[in-house]
Every structure is written in C-alpha cells, then in structure tokens.
C-alpha cells in the first residue's frame, strides 16, 4: 500500500556531508512518523533519527548534533542532512514510514529498499 523510494547515498570523504531523501506514494489515508534506520555489516538495524507528524523529533546518542532530521507533509518525504560523517557512519541507510491505511485504524511501518552511504578517505 505504501511505497518509499530513497535517494542521496554515496561514498564521502570523513568530515564530508550527505543529505538523504525518501518520498512514500501509495494508497495510505496518512504518515504519523518518519525515519532513517541504519545498518552496518555485522550490525542490527538501529535508529538514526525519527519526526512524527507534528514535527518531534528524535536522535540517536551516536548522531551528536551531526545529523538534522526534516520533513515535507505536502510531499510525503523524509530527509535526513547528515553532517561531519565517520567512517562508523558506513553503513546501508533505510527510511521507515508509519502509515495510517484507513482513518481512525492503527498505522504498519513501511521501509524503504535502502541506499548505500560509505564514509572513507
């Protein structure tokens, strides 16, 4: 019902800057939250940053002030302006979605393919 297209991954020099787009089109009544999830080879999924429908948001500790989450309603699209990258940033970068499909119902998360955002010299 809900599809996410990613965009902004590449490869970056550490210090170096990256800015990450997601954008959900389907058949969905709403978007509470959105979000960026990451993972590393050998690592879980973890949370990078989230902005519910009001605009709250929330940071993992490992972000440290780098990263700036913001999002269009008019559009439906999430980005994440991610600043002073690190190599331990390397990783494969997701966008999460909590989408209502029926008014007045419990939203299901929706996720994106994933885009690739590696931090090396």
């Known amino acids: 019902q809900v599809q996410l297209v990613e965009s902004g991954g590449g490869l970056v020099q550490p210090g170096g800057s990256l800015r990450l787009s997601c954008s959900a089109s389907?058949?969905?009544?709403?978007?509470?939250?959105m979000g960026w999830y990451r993972q590393a080879p050998g690592n879980q999924r973890e949370l990078v940053s989230v902005i519910s429908s009001t605009g709250s948001v929330q940071y993992a500790d490992f972000v440290q002030g780098r990263f700036t989450i913001s999002r269009d309603n008019a559009e439906n699209t999430v980005y994440v302006e991610m600043n002073s990258l690190k190599p331990e940033d390397t990783a494969v970068y997701y966008c999460n979605v909590q989408a209502r499909l029926v008014p007045g119902m419990r939203t299901y998360p929706y996720w994106g393919q994933g885009t690739q955002v590696t931090v090396s010299s």
């Open positions: 389907g058949r969905f009544f709403s978007i509470d939250a």
